[in-house]
């Protein structure tokens, strides 16, 4: 999520509000083995701007309130049942 609001914003699209909320390059930088790794893996940014933390604390409040909703549904859904007629 937070990848596509950052390519938005350098192509002008989406305006910078905050450039860098922070920077946490000095004790995990993106270009290390484990910032690699958490990039690859997370979308790990060690400098976000205020738009990338909105949309990603957006997409984990919907996740947190649409996946209980969800995993409801598919528990109370019944299974159909197969009606079959055995003509001799």
Known sequence: VAHGVHEFQEAGMIPI???HVWNIN???DE???LGEVLKALFGYNGNPSLIE???YLGYLAFAVVAMPRLIEMQVN???A???TSLQS
Do not use: K, Y
């Open 17 to 19: 509000i905050v450039e």
């Open 26 to 28: 000095p004790l995990l």
């Open 31 to 33: 270009s290390s083995t």
């Open 53 to 55: 933390v909105a949309s």
């Open 77 to 79: 859904r019944r299974p």
């Open 81 to 83: 049942t197969a009606q």
